[in-house]
């Protein structure tokens, strides 16, 4: 099966699974950090997740938020949050989604990220552009982030870390959102909702298949700091492109 296609279908079927679940038991849990949610939902999307990647692509590696990892024998890697935005899936928030990555050689290939409640499916292919529902998105064309709309995202017990600049770009943005989904917030920079994100303790699982979507929309990725992007160095920054060096500079503040 194309990489693209197998992401797109399991996305969209662990979408729908999460989206009758609430119906069940919750049993939600917390992780190491305070805020870190986990439920009975995210552990089973996963698994059926990787079910299907391992036998679909048995020579791919597999990196799952929940535990999922598998080492695979080719140079393939399927990264996989099977609930991104798992506080607000368990408080009837629908701002939550699926976010599947293909990597091959080290670099993303394909993804999908499928918003259930919302109905919305985004999908990208290395160099053939980035979709909704089988649209083409494109980014915001606003050059200045006083005239922009922002997000970011924290955790509740590491508001400090970017608390400073999350005050500071709120006095000089038209207005900052706070979400709690990574791979929907890249999503909605793609498709021009809003015209640039940022946070700083990510995992590549939150990331791999948005910052390839905002790519191909046309947007512009980076790490915080206008460094290149590494998926697993946590810190991440992307926007419409011409926001990206005004950006860079209002983070670098302190």
């Known amino acids: 099966m194309d990489p693209l296609q197998c992401a797109i279908e399991t996305a969209t079927e662990a979408g729908r699974l999460l989206r009758e ?10 992780k190491s950090t305070r805020g870190d949610l986990v439920t009975a939902a995210d552990r089973e999307s996963e698994a059926f997740i990787v079910e299907r990647l391992r036998r679909e692509f048995p020579a791919s590696s ?4 929940e535990g999922a990892a598998h080492r695979g024998t080719s140079d393939e890697r399927w990264i996989v949050d099977p609930l991104d935005g798992t506080t607000n899936y368990a408080h009837g928030y629908p701002l939550y989604c699926v976010s599947i990555g293909y990597e091959r050689g080290g670099k993303m290939i394909a993804g999908a990220v499928y918003a259930p409640v919302l109905g919305e499916l985004y999908a990208a292919e290395r160099g053939a552009g980035a979709t909704c529902n089988g649209e083409r998105i494109r980014v915001s064309t606003i050059e200045n982030v006083r005239d922009s709309l922002l997000c970011t995202g924290f955790m509740p017990a590491k508001y400090e870390r970017n608390g400073a ?8 943005a038209q207005a900052v959102r706070r979400d709690g989904s990574a ?3 890249l999503c909605f920079v793609g498709r021009g909702r809003f015209d640039a994100f940022w946070e700083l303790d990510l995992k590549a699982w939150d990331v791999a298949a948005g910052s ?3 790519r191909e929309a046309g947007g512009s990725t980076t790490a915080v700091d206008g460094s290149p ?5 946590g810190s ?3 926007s419409n492109g011409s926001l990206q060096r005004e950006m860079i500079g209002l983070l670098a503040e302190r």
Do not use: C, H, Q, T
């Open 236 to 238: 991440i920054l992307v």
């Open 183 to 185: 791979a929907l917030d």
């Open 229 to 233: 992007l590494v998926l697993d160095a």
């Open 165 to 172: 600049n999350f005050a500071r770009l709120s006095k000089v």
């Open 21 to 30: 679940r609430p119906a069940l038991p919750l049993e939600i849990g917390e």
């Open 212 to 214: 390839l979507i905002v």
């Open 62 to 65: 597999i990196l799952g938020e």
